[in-house]
């Protein structure tokens, strides 16, 4: 195909906006979405086969039984095998090696222990964090995409407690929906995983329940440091946080809507992430759909995919649309008032992601100078090549459209001639398997990186020329 011509994707002159999606819900907070959010992803069916095992009871027999350990606080009882955060964590491991005998050793699980001081406690006690792993690794095993919900739970919100509610670890808080509603679909997503690739994929996959998280996203704080201490690089980093509630205080219902929460800036690693999820998730679960919000996380609220998101790597956030703030961090976060169906179709929507991204190659490298031989206004991309990609694409999107309106292949060679003016959008770079898997895009101008030392100044060469720097920096 000629380097001129569209793909069939294109929807780029006309701003087409469908109409708006239906909610479950006797209330009608329309939701309008562009026509095409796919930007030329494929379905792979193998893929669709895994998501099509992904079971509703399944999550709800494991939420059932993190909720019989009566609270799973991070501080709470460790030696007990009925009550407290110790029970629960040797439950999930044993759910996991349970998988990993299924596929024949398939799954690598472990304890990821971490000696931390809990900030805010009057007595500052050292607490042992410890989160439940299960690599299912890859053909390149120095890439890692992790997906995580986290296991420990509070009743931080019980104001009749003071200021050390988020320390009371005996009293029950049964974390039904935060965040036992992500855990049990991480565990379902290491079920289906295992059985259906128990070889494994292009990068390794870490299912991970982190603890931890109610007191400062210790866990996850604790394991983005690990994995950049050993020198892997992050793909993604996904959380699901309270992923199960469907009806909202005043009443409101939405049991086909969840959110995904992609970090600034508008052309880094989060916001790619998200429109790659945005694009998987519509392509594999259709009916249920997807809102993304571009921003780090709810107003004033964190998650484990944050601490990934400040060491530079794409992290994002699938949480329910309606919150029922008076569940929260409550007593009243109970099993009765998990929607387990909904669960279900936010784990098909985090398998579409992770399995997408883990069977593709990694993302090209990308710098964008203006082609001094049409005097300017044209502009060349550039980038490396990629070992197990067999070709590229080059997206190209106006800045105020969310995701991409244009695809255009690239069969051989790194380099292409945008006829798009860059200077009134984004384009940007992904790297195409044999197989037809696409990896995240990297953005041209990517974000500037940020520059410590003179070694960081060498290593970022000419990106330092091409990027697009934050205002005030
Ligand atoms: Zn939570």
């Known amino acids: 195909m000629p380097k001129s011509a569209l793909s069939p994707l294109r929807v780029a002159t006309i701003v087409a906006f469908c109409a708006s999606i239906p909610l479950g819900s006797q209330q009608s907070t329309a939701i309008s979405a562009p026509a095409d959010v796919t930007m030329g992803l494929k379905r792979d069916p193998a893929l669709a086969a895994a998501i099509a095992e992904i079971s509703a009871a399944q999550i709800r027999a494991t939420d059932s039984v993190l909720v019989s350990f009566g609270t799973r606080h991070t501080m709470s009882d460790t030696t007990s095998n009925a009550r407290g955060i110790g029970a629960a964590r040797r439950y999930l491991f044993n759910k996991l090696t349970g998988y990993s005998k299924a596929c024949g050793g398939c799954l690598r699980v472990e304890y990821d222990p971490a000696l931390m001081e809990m900030r805010g406690h009057p007595q500052r006690p ?18 890692v995409v992790v997906m995580g919900g986290h296991h420990d739970s509070c009743i931080c919100s019980r104001s009749d407690l003071g200021p050390l509610a988020r320390f009371e670890a005996t009293q029950d808080a049964p974390g039904a929906d935060d965040d036992g509603s992500g855990t049990s679909a991480v565990v379902e997503l290491a079920r289906v995983f295992s059985k259906h690739f128990p070889k494994g994929l292009e990068t390794s996959i870490i299912f991970v329940a982190y603890s931890g998280e109610e007191e400062g996203l210790y866990g ?10 050993a020198g892997y690089k992050v793909v993604a980093a996904f959380t699901d946080d309270i992923v199960g509630n469907v009806v909202a205080e005043d009443g409101a219902v939405d049991s086909t809507t969840v959110r995904i929460f992609g970090a600034e800036p508008d052309n880094g690693p989060s916001r790619e992430l998200a429109r790659y999820a945005w694009a998987t998730g519509t392509i594999y679960n259709p009916s249920f759909h997807i809102l993304p919000v571009f921003r780090l996380d709810r107003i004033s609220r964190g998650g484990d995919h944050s601490p990934y998101v400040s060491l530079g790597d794409a992290g994002l956030r699938f949480t329910e649309r309606l919150e029922n703030y008076k569940r929260q961090h409550l007593p009243t976060d109970d099993f009765a008032h998990v929607n387990f169906g909904y669960v279900a179709n936010v784990a098909r929507t985090n398998a579409s992601v992770v399995g997408s991204l883990a069977a593709a190659p990694a993302p090209p490298v990308a710098l964008a100078r203006r082609d001094q031989a049409s005097g ?82 060498v290593a970022a060469g000419d990106l330092i020329r091409n990027c697009i720097r934050a205002p005030g920096r």
């Open 376 to 457: 300017g206004s044209k502009w060349s991309l550039t980038w490396n090549s990629v070992p197990s990609a067999a070709s590229y694409e080059v997206l190209f999107r106006r800045t105020y459209s969310p995701t991409y309106e244009k695809v255009y292949p690239v069969a051989t060679g790194t380099s292409f001639l945008l006829p798009d003016q860059l200077d009134d959008g984004w384009a940007a770079v992904r790297a195409v398997s044999a197989d037809g898997h696409r990896s995240l895009a990297s953005t041209v101008p990517p974000p500037c990186p940020t520059l410590a030392t003179r070694a960081d100044s």
């Open 126 to 143: 050292m607490v042992n964090v410890v989160n439940v792993i299960a690599w299912l690794p890859g053909r390149d095993t120095s890439r």
């Open 220 to 229: 996850s704080t604790h394991l983005a440091q690990r994995l950049h201490g």
